[in-house]
């Protein structure tokens, strides 16, 4: 995995070379090809067609520096701006310093209210919030009953009127239970509604109109098509929302209807939820969105990070120094410093295109990087510059000061010379990179 | 979505524009010498079928269809290219089976339902149920959606709603349900079995190890038992409907779709990739809640909604 990651990104790093300048025929292809992989996403017609068209007129405005193509170049702005559309920083939920919080669910049938609706008020009771789950879907059958299961799961007091067909009495009646409780959190799970449905709509306004939440929260499917905006726009006509929930992400569909859906209604995403595990929910991270969404394109946004991160001459420096042996634990250091600062190995890998998702949830452990950190750390100077002299002694040393085991020292040591003795070999012919193989300090 | 209805076609051939960097530029560039289109209807077409769902392939492969079929019209309008695209969409269904409710031979004829989280399994359930025993046979619903909270409470209310039994037990293993109920629908006489599962994404391997087990147990109890198993897809769905079907068709053999949720705004284009690529027969559309809002699927009618 991490020999794939290594491959993929000296491939990466291999391919910011040529130069350009921006011009509407070497961009057209790749925005063509964007274009295509943002409707494959289930990105809206129009939201496609209108993003690719003020990104076009932002790009052709701009200089292309240094050593990207313009391919590349486009792709990064687009990444760029895909992550700000979605927004820069994930949105916090809006809480009620003083008094009752109340949050509404709303959204179609089946985009997952009720589950989400439980893994909230989790969420909020692991934040120390004293929450009252609150059943006001009196339509589909045994909807109420589902929410009273999950609730004694999370041990959460769950709301309800026997036989109370009136969402709009339920929701409020609720408020009061809430207040004479001592709970100053309530979260409404509200029956799925179509757009369509005016009656249904007239309901949900009336219920909002009725408690005035904190937050309405309008909750997506995220495998939803090109019809998301039309229901979006018009949950947010009759029912003004205030944030947005993206649910099922932990399938492989790519999300892109958050994307219309934000750029139709200019409101936050405020979670994801991930799984049917009541604590799979996540705040929204708008450029893992993005590189979702753009799927195989996101190579350059590796690019992009590796490029602004490294210094390029301090990397010159470690490849003369790779080639000519003289590379030390020094060097070494430096080197994963810089891996470090392009974030974690799992998010890294999680940007290689072609990677599936179960590679992808697997477990990658930064603590290796640490690992190796720590050891060298504990090295003298001396012992970092010639590791020739690194003896029995020392090494226990090492090991105690880093603590680490005896066995860790040695394998990195050994692992260490191993590379410079490929390195050496391999020197006329390994590519202009830059970086180590990182299977040399893998860790088990 | 109203398919050609802002396009004015006295607007001929104005200008080509000098970006020809979309699919439709390129078509416009092939044709505009012969046919009375230009750019913009193109574009509309483009748009129209592309937000019904119908994806990026399936609509350049149509419009790709059109521009080769418009060639021998001498008169190219509107409705010419309307016709031309109708004829299209109905081909992808054409030589696909979408029989239903035929007289039972064999029994009990049994039904598995599977989808993703939330496509409408269990109401749809109901709906067969209700249908099943309005003309007259003797059906059984099976709770085997052991995971979801209250599933079992839910389709216990839709089985007396439309009136017929459940099976369900405290079973933790959907197996061993459906083990329990078709022993006792054989031994009973059953003529319908409606086996409702749980919600999973087709990512889920333990998930779907767990619905191929279900699937094999039902071929032991009763083997050579004439059995449906219907995908059950929600019309609002992208473009990730084509890998739902993709992948459990890997793990059991898909008979026929239904499609739900049709009575709101999304046209469920994503069917006719399916249908064009994976030839997986459409059975029934989901138009409501009530248990009387499950329909047959015509194809006809189905590509006309798409339209207006
Ligand atoms: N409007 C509409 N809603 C539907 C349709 N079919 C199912 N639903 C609703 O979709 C939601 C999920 O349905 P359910 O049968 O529980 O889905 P399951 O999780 O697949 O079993 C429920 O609120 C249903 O009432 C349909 O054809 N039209
Ligand atoms: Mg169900």
Redesign the interface.
């Known amino acids: 995995m991490l020999e794939d990651l290594q491959e993929k990104l000296q491939r990466a790093l291999k391919r910011v070379t040529g130069q350009g300048r921006l011009t509407?025929s070497n961009i057209?292809d790749t925005?063509?090809e964007i274009?295509?992989v943002l409707?494959?996403?289930?990105v809206?017609?129009?939201v496609a067609k209108q993003f690719i068209e003020d990104v076009k007129e932002k790009a052709l405005g701009k200089e292309v520096i240094t050593s990207v193509t313009p391919g590349q170049l486009i792709t990064k702005i687009i990444y760029d701006e895909l992550v700000k559309l979605l927004g820069n920083t994930g949105a916090e939920l809006k809480l009620n310093p003083s008094g009752i919080t109340t949050i509404m669910l709303i959204g179609?049938?089946?985009?997952?209210k009720t589950t989400f609706s439980a893994k909230l008020a989790k969420y909020l009771k692991d934040r120390k919030r004293n929450v009252l789950l609150v059943a006001a879907d009196v339509?589909?059958?045994?909807?109420i009953?589902?929410?009273?299961?999950?609730g004694s799961?999370i041990n959460i007091p769950v709301f309800s009127i026997d036989d109370c067909k009136n969402p709009v009495e339920i929701a409020s009646e609720s408020l009061l239970y809430a207040k004479e409780n001592g709970l100053n959190t309530v979260v409404i799970d509200t029956a799925g509604r179509?757009?369509?449905d005016e009656e249904m709509m007239n309901e949900a306004a009336a219920i909002k109109a009725k408690v005035k939440p904190t937050e309405t929260l309008f909750v997506v499917?995220s495998?939803?098509?090109?019809?998301?905006v039309?229901?979006a726009k018009a949950f947010h006509e009759k029912v003004e929302f205030d944030g947005v929930v993206a649910t099922?992400l932990?399938?492989?569909?790519?999300g892109?209807?958050v994307l219309s859906i934000k750029a139709v209604v200019d409101r936050p995403i405020k979670f994801t939820s991930l799984g049917?595990k009541l604590e799979s929910i996540e705040k929204f991270y708008p450029d893992r969105l993005a590189s979702r969404i753009l799927g195989k394109g996101d190579v350059i946004s590796l690019v992009e990070k590796a490029q602004s991160q490294i210094e390029e001459k301090e990397a010159e420096e470690l490849e003369k120094k790779l080639m000519s042996n003289n590379f030390d634990f020094n060097d070494f250091l430096k080197q994963i410093k810089m891996i470090k600062k392009m974030g974690s190995l799992k998010s890294l890998i999680g940007m290689i295109p072609g990677i599936n998702?179960a590679i992808k949830n697997a477990d990658i452990d930064d603590k290796q990087l640490v690992k190796v950190e720590s050891i060298i750390q504990s090295m003298t100077k001396g012992e970092r510059q010639n590791p020739k002299i690194l003896n029995g002694n020392r090494r226990k040393r090492i090991a105690r000061g880093s603590g680490n085991s005896i066995q860790d020292v040695n394998r990195l040591i050994k692992q260490f010379e191993e590379m410079r003795r490929m390195m050496k070999m391999f020197s006329s012919k390994a590519g202009k990179t830059g970086m180590l193989n990182l299977k040399n300090f893998r860790y088990n | 979505m109203k398919l050609f209805k802002n396009i004015n076609f006295e607007k001929l051939k104005n200008g080509l524009n000098k970006s020809r960097e979309n699919l439709v530029n390129k078509i416009s560039e092939k044709i505009s010498g012969k046919a009375n289109l230009d750019e913009n209807e193109l574009e509309k077409l483009e748009e129209i079928l592309i937000s019904s769902d119908i994806g990026v392939p399936l609509t350049e492969k149509l419009i790709d269809e059109i521009k080769k079929k418009i060639v021998i019209h001498k008169e190219r309008n509107i409705t010419l290219i309307r016709n031309l695209l109708f004829t299209e969409m109905l081909k992808i269904f054409k030589n696909i089976s979408t029989e239903n409710f035929t007289s039972i031979n064999s029994k009990p004829f049994i039904y598995l339902i599977i989808g993703v989280n939330g496509s409408g399994k269990t109401t749809t359930i109901g709906k067969l149920a209700y249908n099943y025993k309005t003309i007259g046979n003797k059906v059984m619903v099976v709770a085997a959606d052991t995971f979801r909270a209250a599933a079992n409470e839910q389709l216990e209310v839709w089985a007396k709603r439309v009136d017929v039994p459940i099976f369900k037990n405290d079973a933790k293993d959907p197996s061993s349900v459906v083990y329990d109920s078709l022993e006792i629908a054989k031994n009973e006489n059953y003529d319908v079995v409606l086996i409702d599962t749980a919600g999973r994404l087709h990512t889920k391997k333990d998930l779907m190890d767990e619905l191929s087990k279900i699937n094999s147990v039902i071929g032991k109890v009763i083997p050579h038992a004439p059995k449906e198993t219907l995908l059950v897809l929600d019309a609002t769905s992208g473009q990730n409907a084509i890998i739902q079907a993709q992948e459990f068709n890997k793990i059991v053999n898909i008979d026929g779709l239904v499609i739900t949720k049709l009575d709101g705004s999304a046209k469920g284009g994503i069917v006719l990739q399916i249908s064009s690529e994976k030839k997986i027969p459409i059975k029934f559309i989901g138009v409501g809640e009530h248990h009387t809002d499950l329909q047959n699927f015509e194809a006809e009618q189905f590509i006309k909604a798409m339209f207006d």
């Open positions: 509407q057209s925005l063509r274009r295509r409707l494959d996403a289930d809206n017609y129009k179609l049938q089946g985009c997952g339509y589909r059958p045994a909807a009953q589902q929410l009273k299961i999950l799961q179509l757009h369509v499917d495998m939803t098509g090109q019809d998301a039309n229901s099922k932990d399938g492989d569909s790519r892109g209807c049917e998702s």
